[in-house]
């Protein structure tokens, strides 16, 4: 059979084929409304749901709940028949499964363990997401867009969000249960999952390519400068950009929201640098402290 | 925007309706499923009750058939108007007032009997307690009470005693008068009893729950739930031929040696038996499940579990088979399993090689050993010419100066003494283990090379010296050393260098007139890449390795001998139960199905072939060996086996119980160390089976006829099984042996006159006796010799013995031939041997005819007098 059939077809992998179809049905659903309504603003018609700022529980909501539970048991009820619990081989401690995959909700987090010192990847990451999370309400002060769909009034909202969620969140899982194989190796579609495969692939910290050893005290400052200065500079750029462009937006954030939200920010775009960096540059580290590995 | 919500609801109410029906059917598939679906072991209980039922009632109905086939019916109605007329008799008023009054009587009887057997207990009652206190107390006051006790205790039990007669007497008058209605009674219900415990039967089978079935093995925690669907499989008669209905096939060696109760299944056949739901998944034929279920004769791999030795073991045939194989191509050479530890090398000594045989044959069978002689065990390594000449460059280095490529063929001896070799050969039987020609080796397990081409592999000069004293150039070889003298050697070379010549093979290599020492280097490490010393010894008995000259001279010493000896191959000890996916498929994952038995089988096919580097020969098996090996290999697990489930051999019995094992000593040990008599026969459970037990022939045999047999030994037996001549009567047991086995250091100083025959008899004598048979009969009084002999005669004849024992010319052939048993075997023996016959031997086809101790000796008498008179 084809690797990649194979792949899609495991019982524990069904799950994300349909989240992949799910979430894009439902992405593309929500632009289109989101563009559609825009068009009707833009031309200063009503939209629906604009001004409804009461709806019932009870009709509306409840019934529609009542049916989709209905609906998503069926399907659940009907999956459990057909497919048994996909089980692997006897536990042996003496034994690591080759790949060794976490469960699929966390890949996107075990994918970051490429480009990242575990340290990272595996706690400050993770909590950033979770305070990330935490703090929406809280920055999120423009009240617009609430019961309908609109990209034009909430345009950092949205893309922040999708970036995020879309390509950070999901997209990582899916390329690690589909495009990682035995040595967490990438595999394409076509290819067969093969456990003596060897590839030579040398990294090097970023000093490195300029001489310097990163494990001294000239890498370690050089490191420093240059995630220092991405942090600095990330800090300030948005400033003076809207400062000049938007400076009201600036007043309404205030200094705390400012902060918090371009820490954020930056942290995140930190990662997909990152991964450029591995990936294209074999860049393993740019700053090797004693604790951790930026 | 009101009417559009109606529209909506409407809609959303054909699909709430929908899925909410759907739903509900849905719940009555979950129902079905988990009742039925995923418990297909009920149909099966169902199925198996039904055929049950059908079984059960043919076989009412047949008894029903015969019941009446045999006037059953008739006999019944008789009785039946028997028992109504002597009803009829009993009802008569004469008879009931006598019941009436006996009955009374009895009653009154029984009244008085339970009252004075409750005072009894009462006062034994009394006297424990006033036991007890006067036990603990002291007090003389309690022993009074108890004298007076006893002595009530004592009255009373004569009064019981005697009323309990009485009562006994008015029973039996009373059973007296229903006497013959109670035996019609009786009768009848004989004759109906086997249909009605069959009618029975057929109302029990319906009761039985339809349930798991599960044996939960405590100690190794397996839960075996085989039985849910193979319902049958303990049954005392089979159901049914189908799966899974049938009964456990020869249970009478399986089954009854291992309760299914304590052993369960899965504990030998494997599979996954806690899986309920499918026939596939209970079997272990799915992904993830290493261990398949194994079925038939594979099965017995499990055997090797527990069962320290499978020598003799019942219901093991197939796997005894296989396991000749690991020590045929000697696979514990370069691998460690456990039991083969102390086997010794398989291929023969090497050191003094290049004394032996040709340059030329050695590269030619370096290069294939199959080529030279088609059941060669030797594997094919992949040489290249160019490294079987390196390796037979280090071999003839090794072996010192001694060089001979000695044409054979060339200065032909005359006929005369060819013609006298060829005699010989005949006689000794060189055939017996010895193939030529593709006839004889019937010895198979001594593997003795074939000779069919020998003269164009060895040097004259070394034949001489191998025919004279094997354990020279070899210690510890199989092949024993006859007595022949210089003379007839030399007339056996002649007739087996001429005779045996290999036509077609070209021996075109030249040994070089001086090796190189590179080429000798490059053989080393061939040999320590590939591991030759695993089979061959390729120095002597000492620690350090014999160095040869022309290496010495360039520094270069031998491995120390402890490292020589370690296992250059993986370790088979847990093969069979190695996890599936740490075994390396290669660039075969493909290709061959990925478990591990078809691992194995592949490995054994094409050693090499999964991927590059590898360094196992390939043995060429044929694929029926293939699979017996896999068998057996498969059969090396760490299986957690339970102590309670181990039968250790003997050797390990010894062990733990810190005796060491049967050891021969002194000048037998010498003997056998010279003449290897236990390449065939087996003493004290040390040797093969190709010939008879000798463990107790010092007492089952008589002296003058072991003399005659050595001298002689022509039995009557197909030419191939015979005893080779081996001139034990005229030869000596040599002044020293180099054997390093034997226990000699317990040596007494013995005759060293004694001739061979003397050794054997003395030891036999000595050693193999048993105190199980005596050495004179019992006495019977009152009789004398000639009609002991007499009855003994007429028993012979009532109970047919001829009919598988020949005496002179008459008689079957399936047993012994006894014209001359009263001069082979001592009376003891035949004494006891009529007893039981299968104490000596547990697999004889003998009845045992019960005979009485008399009897017995008389037919020992009688066989005594059959004795071939001397010509």
Redesign the interface.
């Known amino acids: 059979m084809n690797p990649f059939i194979e792949i899609i077809t495991q019982p524990d992998n069904i799950a994300i084929v349909i989240m992949v179809f799910m979430v894009t049905f439902f992405m593309v659903w929500a632009f289109q409304q989101a563009f559609q309504n825009d068009r009707l603003l833009a031309a200063g018609l009503p939209v629906d749901g604009e001004n409804d700022r009461f709806v019932d529980t009870f009709?509306?909501l409840v019934?529609?709940e009542?049916?989709i539970a209905?609906?998503v048991?069926?399907g659940l009820?009907?999956w459990s028949?057909a497919v048994d619990a996909p089980?692997?081989?006897?536990a042996?401690p003496t034994?690591t499964?080759n790949p060794a995959k976490a469960p699929w909700y966390f890949l996107g987090l075990q994918e970051l363990l490429v480009y990242f010192d575990p340290w990272l990847a595996g706690v400050v990451l993770p909590s950033l997401i979770v305070v990330g999370l935490l703090a929406i309400p809280y920055i999120d002060i423009n009240p617009k867009g609430n019961g309908y769909y609109t990209f034009s009034e909430r345009k950092y909202a949205v893309i922040i969000f999708s970036f995020g969620f879309f390509v950070l969140w999901l997209l990582l899982i899916v390329i690690g249960v589909f495009f990682r194989g035995p040595g967490w190796l990438w595999y394409w579609p076509w290819q067969e999952w093969d456990h003596?495969r060897v590839v030579f692939e040398p990294t090097r910290d970023l000093t490195a390519l300029i001489g310097i050893d990163s494990r001294s005290l000239p890498g370690f400052i050089i490191g420093a400068l240059v995630v220092g200065s991405y942090m600095v500079g990330g800090m300030i750029a948005p400033y003076r950009y809207w400062k000049k462009n938007n400076p009201e937006l600036l007043t309404q954030l205030g200094m705390v929201r400012y902060v918090t939200i371009v820490f954020l920010f930056i942290t995140m775009m930190a990662i997909p640098i990152k991964m450029v960096l591995r990936l294209v540059f074999l860049i393993k580290y740019v700053w090797i402290t004693p604790w951790f590995s930026v | 925007m009101a009417n559009e919500n109606k529209n909506n609801s409407s809609y959303r109410v054909y699909v709430f309706v929908f899925f909410s029906v759907l739903l509900l059917a849905l719940s009555v598939w979950v129902v079905w499923d988990d009742e039925f679906g995923l418990r297909p072991w009920k149909k099966y209980q169902e199925d198996y009750k039904a055929l049950k039922q059908d079984k059960l009632e043919k076989d009412y109905r047949r008894a029903v058939v015969d019941f009446q086939r045999a006037g059953g019916h008739k006999k019944l109605a008789e009785l039946e108007a028997k028992l109504s007329k002597a009803e009829a008799a009993f009802q008569s008023k004469e008879n009931q007032d006598k019941y009436t009054k006996l009955n009374s009587q009895f009653e009154a009887a029984h009244d008085v009997l339970t009252k004075s057997q409750k005072e009894l207990r009462d006062l034994r009652g009394q006297f424990l307690e006033t036991e007890y206190y006067y036990t603990k107390t002291q007090q003389p006051e309690y022993k009074a009470k108890m004298d007076v006790l006893q002595r009530s205790i004592d009255a009373v039990g004569l009064r019981v005693a005697a009323q309990q007669k009485v009562e006994e007497s008015i029973k039996g008058s009373l059973s007296a008068l229903t006497a013959g209605t109670a035996g019609i009674r009786a009768e009848i219900e004989n004759m109906k009893n086997g249909l009605e415990e069959k009618k029975e039967k057929i109302a029990n089978n319906g009761k039985f729950p339809i349930e798991i079935k599960q044996i939960h093995i405590k100690d190794i925690d397996k839960a075996d739930r085989c039985q849910s669907c193979h319902i049958g499989i303990d049954g005392k008669s089979q159901v049914s031929n189908k799966q899974p209905f049938t009964r456990h096939p020869a249970s009478f060696v399986y089954l009854d040696h291992h309760d299914p109760a304590k052993f369960g299944c899965t504990f030998c056949h494997r599979g996954q038996g806690r899986a309920t739901t499918s026939a596939e998944k209970a079997h272990g034929n799915v992904k993830h499940w290493d261990e398949p279920m194994l079925q038939g004769d594979m099965t017995q791999t499990s055997c090797l579990n527990c069962h320290g030795d499978i020598k003799n073991l019942r219901g093991a045939e197939s796997i005894i088979k296989s396991t000749e194989l690991i020590k045929k191509y000697g696979c514990y050479s370069c691998h460690k399993i456990p039991g083969y530890e102390t086997v010794g090398d398989v291929g023969p000594v090497l050191t003094q090689v290049g004394t032996k045989v040709n340059y030329s044959w050695a590269i030619n069978w370096l290069l294939d050993p199959k080529k030279y002689f088609a059941t060669a065990r030797m594997p094919k390594f992949y040489f290249t010419q160019d490294q079987a000449e390196s390796i037979a460059d280090y071999l003839f280095s090794m072996s010192g100066t001694t060089r001979h490529d000695v044409d054979n063929t060339k200065n032909k001896p005359d006929a005369k003494l060819i013609e006298e070799g060829k005699a010989l050969w005949a006689q000794s039987r060189c055939n017996l283990c010895h193939a030529t020609g593709g006839r004889g080796g019937n010895n198979t397990k001594v593997y003795a090379p074939d000779l069919s081409k020998v003269g164009s592999k060895v040097n004259k000069e070394w034949m001489f010296n191998w025919i004279k004293n094997p354990n020279a150039y070899f210690p510890g070889t199989k092949m024993p050393r006859f007595r022949f003298t210089d003379e007839q050697i030399n007339s056996l070379v002649a007739y087996i260098t001429t005779e045996y010549q290999d036509e077609e093979a070209e021996y075109k290599y030249v040994q070089p007139a001086e090796i190189k020492p590179a080429s000798i280097a490059k053989g080393k490490d061939l040999i320590q890449k590939y591991g030759c010393y695993g089979c061959h010894k390729l120095q002597g008995m000492e620690d350090m390795v014999q160095v040869a000259p022309s290496l010495k001279k360039q520094g270069v010493t031998f491995l120390r001998n402890t490292e020589m000896r370690e296992k250059i191959g993986m370790e088979l000890s847990s093969i069979g139960s190695k996890p599936v996916e740490m075994l390396d498929f290669g660039k075969l994952k493909k290709a061959i199905p990925n478990d591990r038995l078809s691992y194995i089988k592949q490995k054994l096919r094409d050693p090499r072939g999964y991927r590059l580097g590898l360094r196992m020969p390939n043995f060429r098996l044929a694929e029926s060996e293939i699979n017996e090996l896999a068998s057996v290999l498969y059969g090396f697990t760490d299986a957690n086996v339970p102590t309670r489930f181990l039968v250790p051999s003997r050797q390990e019995l010894d062990r733990m119980a810190g005796v060491s094992s049967y050891k021969f000593t002194g000048d037998f040990a010498k003997v056998i160390a010279d003449v290897k008599c236990t390449n065939c026969h087996s003493i004290r459970g040390i040797g093969a089976d190709y010939a008879p037990d000798l463990s107790i022939a010092g007492s089952k045999l008589q002296e003058g006829w072991i003399r005659n047999f050595l001298a002689n030994p022509d039995v009557i037996r197909p030419l191939l099984q015979q005893m080779p001549k081996l001139g034990l009567t005229s030869g000596k047991p040599p002044a020293k042996v180099t054997m390093p086995k034997f226990n000699l250091g317990k040596q007494k100083v013995e005759d060293t006159n004694r001739s061979d025959v003397d050794v054997v008899i003395n030891f036999f004598q000595q050693e193999l006796v048993t105190s199980d048979i005596p050495k004179v009969l019992p006495q019977l009084k009152g009789t004398t010799q000639d009609e002991l002999i007499a009855k003994g005669k007429q028993l012979y004849d009532l109970k047919g013995c001829k009919a598988c024992h020949q005496v002179g010319t008459d008689g079957g052939a399936l047993g012994p031939n006894l014209t001359n048993v009263g001069n082979r075997l001592t009376q003891g023996f035949i004494f006891k041997h009529l007893e039981n016959a299968r104490k000596f031997k547990p697999d004889i086809v003998e009845p045992n005819y019960g005979f009485t101790e008399a009897e017995r000796i008389y037919l020992t008498n009688f066989l005594m007098t059959l004795k071939l008179s001397a010509k």
């Open positions: 009709k509306p019934r529609i009542l049916i209905i609906v048991m069926v009820t009907i028949i089980l692997e081989e006897i042996n034994i499964p003596s």
